[in-house]
């Protein structure tokens, strides 16, 4: 009979030279051990390997969710920067369509503007920097109205745009501040009236003498209504020699009107009138040939022919008025 193989595992105390564990085992169940710590080795390798590659999975994770969490962070602020910046386009396109409407450059013609409210739509004299400014707008208002432009402009763009604008809008209002209290209108109603005297050198119809005539005279019906011809504050407003009924009005600190031989005044010293309001009525009061109104202007303590300022006459009378 053929005997079992065994095999026999001593352990010994390098110390003391004994037997400190006798093993004996047959190669069957060796044989198992190892298989046995074999596969528990694989097992804490299998086990060491899910936990490592658990860890990098858990660690991905948090660096997604943080970086997803920068990137949501990141369009929000996007998002509340277009939404201003869309704010600020709205401001600006009303920026420029009050510009538009204020020099009545609408290219559908409907705007006619804000200049000379108040006695009648008359034109304005040419001026350097309303031209710069509509140049200028001409420049920005393309910019404005195109979507695909506007999308491109940058913050800083914004608010370069939006200060230029409020700077022209500013400059605008000085200008038409300025302009409301210009004299731009007759002080009479050109379809009521009509020159008797021009501007300049002159016959005296009392005397016969050549001299100068520092105004215009109007002629009309009597109590013709006499209207001002821009903003201004009444300084003077009562009898005053040959000038009869005489009315003063002080428009800003460039420009003052006279207005003389007066039926009657419709308003008094201090008050504020604006432009075609009524200042009284056409008369004979003083030294005077006829029905007419004595209409003097000075500006910066000069006199000047009011006639250049009386806008609302035609050519005719104009070179009437001026003696050519």
């Known amino acids: ?58 660690m991905r994770a948090n660096y997604l969710e943080k970086e997803n969490h920068i990137t949501l962070s990141k369009l929000e602020n996007q998002k509340q920067e277009i939404h201003y910046l869309q704010g600020k386009l709205e401001i600006i396109q009303k920026q420029a369509v009050f510009i538009q409407n204020y020099l009545g450059l609408n290219s559908d013609g409907d705007s006619k503007g804000n200049i000379g409210q108040g006695g009648g739509e008359i034109p304005l004299p040419p ?24 999308s491109k402009l940058t913050h800083q763009n914004i608010q370069q745009l939006d200060s ?50 520092p105004a215009i005279d ?33 428009h800003n600190s460039a420009f003052l009107t006279t207005y003389g031989h007066l039926q009657k005044t419709n308003v008094q010293i201090g008050q504020s009138v604006k432009r075609g309001d009524i200042l009284g009525y056409m008369g004979n009061s003083g030294r005077s040939t006829g029905l ?17 300022y009386m806008l609302d006459w035609n050519k005719y009378e104009l070179l009437l008025a001026l003696g050519e």
């Open 218 to 250: 109007i002629a009309g019906l009597k109590e013709t209504p006499v209207l001002s011809p821009a903003k201004g504050t009444v300084v003077f407003s009562k009898p005053w020699g040959a000038m009869g009924l005489m009315i003063q009005i002080r």
């Open 292 to 308: 007419h109104l004595h209409y003097e202007m000075a500006k910066d303590g000069k006199r000047i022919n009011p006639f250049t």
């Open 127 to 150: 001026s350097s920097d309303l031209i710069q400014q509509a140049d200028f707008h001409h420049q920005i208002l393309p910019v404005l109205s195109s979507n695909s432009q506007s």
């Open 1 to 58: 009979m053929k005997r079992k193989a065994y095999q026999t595992l001593l352990i010994i105390s390098p110390s003391s030279g004994k037997d400190i564990v006798k093993l004996s085992l047959s190669t069957f169940w060796w044989r198992v051990l190892y298989a046995a710590a074999s596969l528990l080795l694989m097992l804490a390798v299998a086990g060491i390997w899910i936990g490592y590659h658990h860890y990098r999975v858990v």
């Open 164 to 213: 230029d604008l409020d700077n022209i809008i500013t400059a605008l209002e000085k200008k038409q501040a300025e302009l409301e209290y210009t004299p731009s209108i007759s002080p009479v109603d050109p379809e009521k009236a009509w020159i008797s005297c021009g501007y300049g050198k002159r016959n005296n119809p009392f005397t016969g003498k050549q001299e100068f005539h």
